[in-house]
């Protein structure tokens, strides 16, 4: 009897156990993150596979996706290369992203910041989106011809922020 009792636990937590393993994915040949969860992907037609996580408890969302600037629009990576040398650039970059947000988005925090060699713009952005508010924390990056963008999308009080940290922190850019 309690041989046939452990069985029915062990099936009914598999599920769960699957569900919450981290999951590491390749985003370019250099770059990758590793998910608290498996995230769903979409395939952005040939330009690019965007990664999704929403928690099941609805407190954060965690996506990554790297978009071939080539495939988009023409750009070669000697020319984005240059292109990041210049403040310009990275403005640039943070005043697309925050259009992107929501009308009312304010940044909290920017900066671009050394990782493993790479010039990464880290932005904390604060706006409503469906008259809920969110906080949104991004790394955003050239790779060759990619764009790379990490985001964090706290939606709740009770996101955790050691889930963020982890998932920022498994960031891995090789050289």
Same mark, same amino acid.
């Given at each position: 009897?309690s041989?046939?009792?452990?069985?029915?636990?062990?099936l009914?937590?598999?599920p769960f156990a699957?569900?919450s393993?981290?999951?590491?994915?390749?985003l370019?040949?250099?770059?990758s993150?590793?998910f608290?969860e498996k995230?769903?992907?979409?395939?952005m037609?040939?330009?690019?596979?965007?990664h999704?996580? $929403?928690?099941?408890?609805s407190?954060?969302?965690?996506?990554?996706?790297?978009?071939n600037?080539?495939?988009t629009s023409?750009?070669?990576?000697?020319?984005l290369?240059?292109?990041?040398?210049?403040?310009?650039?990275?403005?640039?970059?943070?005043?697309?992203f925050?259009a992107?947000?929501?009308?009312d988005?304010s940044? #909290?925090?920017?900066e671009? $910041?050394?990782?493993n060699g $790479?010039?990464v713009?880290?932005?904390i952005?604060?706006?409503?989106r469906?008259?809920k508010?969110?906080e949104?924390?991004?790394?955003?990056?050239i790779?060759?011809?990619?764009t790379?963008?990490?985001?964090?999308q706290?939606?709740?009080?009770?996101?955790?922020?050691?889930?963020k940290?982890?998932?920022f922190g498994s #960031?891995?850019i090789?050289?």
């Open positions: 009897m041989k046939t009792i452990i069985i029915g636990l062990i009914f937590f598999s699957v569900m393993q981290e999951t590491k994915i390749q370019t040949d250099k770059v993150v590793v608290p995230p769903a992907a979409r395939n037609q040939d330009i690019g596979v965007q999704t996580l $929403k928690l099941a408890d407190t954060a969302n965690f996506y990554a996706m790297a978009t600037l080539e495939k023409g750009m070669k990576a000697d020319v290369e240059a292109a990041q040398q210049e403040p310009a650039f990275w403005q640039q970059l943070e005043q697309s925050v992107q947000v929501s009308s988005a940044v #909290l925090s920017s671009v $910041k050394q990782i $790479k010039q713009l880290h932005l952005i604060s706006g409503t469906n008259g508010k969110l949104i924390t991004v790394y955003i990056f790779d060759g011809v990619y790379v963008n990490i985001v964090h706290k939606r709740s009080e009770d996101a955790s922020a050691d889930l940290n982890k998932y #960031l891995n090789e050289k």
